[in-house]
């Protein structure tokens, strides 16, 4: 008999789970026709939006404050951000939490010397840099056609990459706790439709929050969604001047720290409760 | 009572219960439920206390419902348990989960730690980064297990399009990818076909043998048992109800043989001393010898005092057994709630 040689390795801090990134790639690439429909769903989304605001804006120079350009750089460029999570949203994911529950292989989650909440960290950014690649690409298409306006100096197009960079924190923080929810829910599907939902409308991904009537403007700046679009988009267009960029920035990092803690203490319980369905 | 340290698993008065909601009946019986929540405790595992030695293969078998999945899932460290002490490898499972999660592998049988769309190789080369896996002994053990499981022959194949046989082959592979010392399976073998599932007997006597890994196995499978593990447990309700060798399992709980006789007319009543009678249908009947009688004794009396017109002796198998064992569990535990 030998005896297992368990290598020093072992001992250590796994440094590889990075790699973990890919999966979300790999996950594509497996079907390869979804390559071709995500860019041809983009142009259509794009296009459509464009048509629609410059027919809003047929009879009028500006509403709410912005111009047909402004409103159309907003309006697209939410567009834009909304498919920069459009993998991450796990709800059909099947290494994402929801299945992962539903079908009980989430025990190999708490099977590896990563923690659970490692382990989505780095398949959600796997999934957040694929989706930001495509909205990369249709933004430089976009400015390249001047559909949309370039960011107010050097000065704007830093605020608005620090804000970009907090915002998509928040929404992935956001989307973390719909998705641990399943540890208590067993099936949160409603719960994550329905929440998908509201992010998009209360962030400014249907239509720019400045849109919105008084009330509900004033519930989503309040709510930590706008965070996540409208904040980072509304330092862009200039529709926020530049000096308010840090109190702009200061509550989206209240809403990063928060929510990290709100996960962290959510993570702990769910540890607590795992239930294997099926045996 | 051995340490801590001394064997693979130890576990003192393990027990684990759940809180179950209970639901209301009748009228707004969902609106009751929502306003007048009550719950029962469920004991799923009740003080079980065992110890595992370092390179042993043991079957930890009961019926369903049993607990053997719950233990397993205590003793990988996913279930907290109510109360009681578990070590596996010297650690406290679920205090320490990720040093833990170096030290064992597990498989839950249907249930895949493999990427679904992607090919297994891909999965195993995800599951080398996530467990840090040196590249040389990556390719060492893959190595090894493509020379038993096969794998390379359809290891490019996304996990969706292969067979049962083939993903639970990939699945025990990717469960010692990173060479763990302990090896839990849940169940492993369930649904597949009996030439894979002698490679994957093969391969486990290979892991036990080669590598001197310790492998707890969970089965309804009696031949797997007695093929591979010379020692088993056997728990029902939560408890542990006999420990020892499948030798003294049928020796404690007798009948490893059975006399089969067909009479040549119905006979009314069938008695010979010295024997158990299993079962009577007029024309055909089976008796077990107990005690010292030998089935040739039973034959005797059986030829002696009836009309035979044909006998046999069969040897009981496993599966007889072990259904003869819970079945007298229960009407024990039967017998023991009518009394109390």
């Known amino acids: 008999m030998t005896s297992i040689v368990i290598p020093d390795v072992a001992k250590r801090r796994p440094h590889r789970s990075w790699r973990l990134l890919r999966v979300g790639l790999l996950n594509e690439r497996a079907f390869r026709i979804r390559l071709v429909v995500a860019p041809m769903m983009l142009a259509v989304q794009l296009y459509l939006y464009d048509r629609l605001w410059a027919a809003v804006f047929h009879h009028t120079g500006k509403a709410a404050g912005l111009t047909l350009k402004q409103t159309l750089t907003y309006a697209l460029m939410a567009l834009l951000l909304g498919r920069v999570r459009w993998n991450a949203r796990t709800v059909n994911v099947r290494d994402g939490i929801p299945i992962s529950v539903r079908e009980g292989t989430i025990v190999y989650w708490f099977l590896r010397p990563i923690s659970p909440g490692r382990f989505y960290m780095w398949r959600q950014t796997g999934d957040v840099l694929y989706g930001g690649a495509w909205a990369l690409l249709g933004y430089v298409v976009l400015r390249a056609a001047d559909v949309i306006n370039p960011p107010h100096g050097f000065n704007g197009a830093v605020v608005f990459a620090i804000s970009l960079c907090l915002g998509q924190v928040v929404l992935y923080y956001l989307g973390q706790i719909v998705d641990i929810a399943m540890f208590w829910m067993l099936s949160n599907n409603g719960l994550a439709r329905m929440y998908y939902f509201v992010q998009d409308l209360l962030s400014g991904v249907f239509v720019p929050l400045p849109f919105m009537p008084p009330l509900m403007l004033a519930i989503a700046t309040w709510l930590p969604f706008s965070s996540g679009v409208n904040v980072p988009l509304s330092l862009y267009v200039g529709r926020t001047p530049l000096s308010r960029a840090p109190e702009q920035l200061g509550l989206q990092l209240f809403w990063c720290v928060a929510l990290a803690l709100v996960t962290r203490w959510l993570w702990q319980r769910a540890s607590n409760r795992v239930t294997v369905q099926g045996g | ?340």
């Open chain 2, 1 to 340: 009572m051995s340490t801590a340290d001394d064997d693979a698993i130890v576990a003192r008065e393990l027990t684990k219960t759940f809180v179950v909601a209970r639901k209301h009946t009748g009228r707004f019986a969902g609106l009751r439920s929502l306003l007048d929540p009550v719950s029962d405790k469920v004991t799923v595992v009740d003080r079980l206390t065992m110890r595992v030695g370092r390179g042993e293969l043991v079957a930890l078998l009961g019926p369903n419902g049993a607990g053997k999945s719950t233990s397993i899932k205590m003793l990988t460290g996913i279930l907290t348990p109510t109360s009681g002490e578990v070590y596996v490898d010297g650690r406290v499972p679920h205090k320490d989960r990720t040093s833990n999660a170096r030290s064992i592998g597990a498989v839950f049988g249907q249930k895949t730690q493999l990427w679904w769309d992607l090919p297994a190789r891909q999965s195993f080369a995800l599951l080398r980064d996530i467990f840090d896996v040196p590249q040389a002994l990556y390719d060492r053990q893959i190595a090894d297990f493509d020379s038993i499981l096969q794998l390379s022959e359809f290891w490019h194949t996304p996990v969706r399009n292969l067979s049962l046989g083939q993903r639970v082959r990939c699945e025990m592979a990717a469960a010692m990818l990173h060479d763990p010392r302990i090896v839990f399976l849940d169940e492993p073998t369930i649904g597949m076909d009996v030439v894979v599932k002698e490679q994957t007997r093969e391969f486990l006597r290979a892991q036990v043998q080669e590598r001197g890994r310790t492998i707890v196995l969970t089965t309804h499978d009696m031949t797997e048992v007695a093929r591979l593990c010379e020692r088993v447990l056997l728990i029902n309700r939560g408890r542990l109800m006999f420990d020892g060798t499948l030798t003294q399992l049928k020796a404690e709980h007798g009948g490893t043989s059975h006399v089969n006789v067909t009479f040549a007319e119905p006979v009314n009543a069938v008695s010979v001393p010295g024997t158990r009678l299993v079962s009577h249908d007029g024309m055909r009947a089976v008796l077990a010898p107990e005690g010292a009688t030998t089935p040739e004794d039973v034959v005797r009396a059986l030829i002696s005092h009836y009309p035979v017109v044909n006998v046999g002796v069969e040897e009981t198998n496993l599966e007889d057994l072990m259904r003869d064992v819970y079945l007298a569990q229960l009407d024990a535990a039967s017998a023991a709630s009518h009394l109390a």
